[in-house]
């Protein structure tokens, strides 16, 4: 009678085990392709359709863009066989924040935390903006699977202050991350976003009057600020099957006082001469440095032409993003900074390059740069 029940038990034990696997499992699973996002309908498609921007079903870009510059199979060889140190050796130095930090504004009127990666607070006239907020440890659909963090976010989710405005550069997971855009609808934030990508974020709960969604050259007010969607020279798609399917864009952030750019994910273009002379001078730029190859010139732009992308912008300050926190290409991870901080020696162009959670007040910027990631 015993060994019966002691069979019984392992049995009901058996079934617990299996059923929670299978639970987590689906959990996942319905994780996973939450976070490949939706498509737009209805009258959102209708709207993308009518985008001059839109031509035989997809978002292209104004000038001939190439995704892919010589073989694929060049490429391939260079991932998987390239001998850079594509991670660093040392731990990044991380400038730990909490919400108090936040509780005196900046005397200039305009502050800029770098965050990791695209991910900028910046306060700008009484306001704060977040550009591109990641704050997962992977930049992937999959907790399990996909680029890993080099460095933990300088502050916690739930440190942050009120966050009245995110802007959304594009639709790839190290630029637009489904936790932290729920985490921050939930708390009144509202989004500012390239056309398509609002079907994604109604997708994952936002509400509708929280998204704004806009063409290239259509602003957005805020208050006392305008947000208006610039162009860039990228591509997009979170599932492989539906590429293109939502707008890229770069953004200008205009207070009563100050200006700021953000270039997301872009290419080099004559673009950034046209934005400088409708929207400049700006007193900060956030423009993109890592993440370039020679394979994908078209659509990610070096470090020397970061800065001359600054220059075009007619910017004051520059502080580079988008390196240091992914492993997303094929060059050391600390060429990015070596070169953009060369160039802008060389052309004179004020740069700051922070450790994540370092305050940069344009205002205030040292003229010498500290280079801290000499350390790793």
Known sequence: ????????????????????????????????????????????????????????????????????????????????????????????????????????????????????????????????????????????????????????????????????????????????DMPTVQFLAARGTHFAVPLGIGAHLEGWGVPASQIHELDWNESFAWKDLAVTATPARHYSGRNPLHGNETLWSSWVIRGPHHRVFFSGDSGYSAEFANIGAQHGPFDLTLIKIGASDPTWSDIHMTPEEAVQAHRDLRGGVLLPVHWCTFNLAFHAWRDPADRAFAAATKNGVAIVIPKPGEFVEPSAARNAQETWWDKL
């Not at 002691?6 to 994780?31: E, N, Q, Y």
């Not at 996973?32 to 498509?39: D, E, K, Q, V």
């Not at 390239?82 to 005196?104: H, K």
């Open 1 to 176: 009678m015993k060994s019966k029940r002691r069979g019984c038990l392992r049995l009901f034990t058996l079934i617990v085990i299996l059923l929670t696997g299978a639970a987590l499992v689906v959990l996942r699973s319905t994780r996973w392709l939450a976070a490949l996002g939706s498509r737009a309908t209805g009258a959102r498609l209708d709207r993308v359709r009518r985008s001059p921007e839109f031509h035989e079903g997809k978002f292209q870009n104004p000038q001939p863009t190439r995704m892919l510059t010589g073989s694929y199979r060049a490429m391939l060889r260079h991932q998987f066989f390239g001998g850079e140190q594509r991670e660093p050796a040392g731990v990044v130095p991380v400038v730990t924040l909490v919400r108090g930090d936040y509780a005196n504004p900046p005397a200039s009127g305009l502050r800029a935390t770098w965050i990791g990666w695209a991910s900028v607070l910046i306060e700008i006239d009484g306001h704060i903006v977040l550009t591109d907020p990641v704050w997962s440890e992977r930049c992937s659909p999959s907790t399990l699977a996909g680029p890993k963090r080099f460095h933990a976010p300088p502050i916690a989710l739930d440190e942050l202050p009120h966050v009245d405005l995110v802007v959304i550069s594009h639709d790839h997971y190290d630029h637009l």
